[in-house]
């Protein structure tokens, strides 16, 4: 038993380690590809490093590298981090970081002739925003101004991360607009706009679940239906009819979406007049669903 418990938490690590690979991956498609050539800044260290790839041109052949530059900015960033909050803590963020750095050297820097910046805001937000949701999915970071907005705010701990990581980004975008225009960090803007509301999604969607509630007669046996040929679990409430003035049980229990459909036959087969009221539940953890690690 133990030698099994062993091998499915390898098997975790191992599958988290490559959904940061694949998320890091598709974050450096969208700067390789899109954002670069674009001459997009959308903030962070890559952006910062497209600014000073664009500026260093005339130094050094084509500029410093963005791989290199986000390299060299990170290196001192984990080795502060490492102090505040441990090697431990940051293992799976070092991991990101490397993976991210390495993505924009192997991946070549192509122009894939996208005149419309409309259309590559939308393109380089989409492949980016996939990309970040999926490293976040397993509570890990490619590092850069998250980990920058960290060491920030355990230095003043008025100001939260998410505003620091406004103020950095906003400061990267703004240095954008003043090398590449106006134009383009307007554009930047929306492609910033599309990442989040598309990394947001993919983590409300790995957590998203239904929680229904049945009132019934034959809450005893419906509850006994979802236990034993779902395997899902049910908690009893006590309740009072206020119209009859009746103590009732009201079932509560949370499923997974494709599982709704399911609890809503039982009942109803069971009970014809019974009384369910289906929600969403935008974020589950527990038995059954997302483990919560520390």
């Known amino acids: 038993m133990s030698t099994r418990k062993i091998n499915n938490k390898n098997i975790l690590i191992m599958r988290k380690y490559f959904i940061i690979l694949i998320g890091s991956f598709l974050m450096a498609l969208g700067v390789n590809l899109v954002y670069e050539p674009m001459g997009l800044v959308t903030g962070g260290v890559s952006g910062l490093a497209i600014i000073v790839k664009y500026l260093t041109r005339g130094i ?4 410093v590298p963005v791989w290199f530059f986000n390299l060299m900015c990170n290196i001192p960033l984990f080795l502060l981090s490492i102090k505040a909050k441990g090697f431990r803590f940051l293992l799976t963020s070092l991991f990101g ?3 991210f750095s390495l993505s924009l050297m192997v991946i070549p820097v192509y122009d894939l002739g996208l005149q419309d910046y409309l259309l590559a805001s939308i393109l380089g937000g989409a492949v980016s925003g996939v990309g970040i949701g999926l490293v976040f999915s397993v509570q890990a970071s ?3 101004t998250d980990l920058m907005a960290t060491l920030l705010h355990f230095r003043s701990k008025h100001i939260t991360v998410p505003q620091m990581l406004i103020v950095i980004d906003g400061t990267v975008i703004f240095l954008g607009a003043l090398v ?3 134009g383009n960090a307007l554009y930047a803007i929306i492609a910033v706009f599309i990442t989040t509301k598309i990394s947001d999604s993919i983590l409300e969607g790995l957590k998203f ?4 509630y049945i009132i019934s007669e034959d809450y005893a046996e419906i509850a ?3 236990m034993h040929h779902m395997d899902r679990g049910v908690t009893g409430i006590n ?3 206020m119209y009859s003035n009746r103590d009732k049980k009201m079932l509560f229990c949370v499923v997974s979406k494709k599982e ?3 609890i809503v036959e039982i009942a109803q087969k069971i009970d014809p007049k019974s009384f369910v009221i289906v929600s969403d539940v935008r974020e589950v953890m527990g038995e059954g669903f997302i483990e919560y690690r520390q």
């Not at 050094?60 to 500029?63: K, N, P, T």
């Not at 679940?209 to 229904?212: E, H, I, L, Q, R």
């Open 97 to 99: 970081m490397l993976a």
């Open 209 to 212: 679940a239904k929680m229904a």
């Open 142 to 144: 490619t590092g850069g």
């Open 260 to 262: 709704i459909v399911k």
């Open 224 to 226: 006994h239906a979802i």
């Open 60 to 63: 050094v052949d084509g500029g």
């Open 180 to 182: 590449f225009g106006l």
């Open 239 to 241: 309740a009072t009819g």
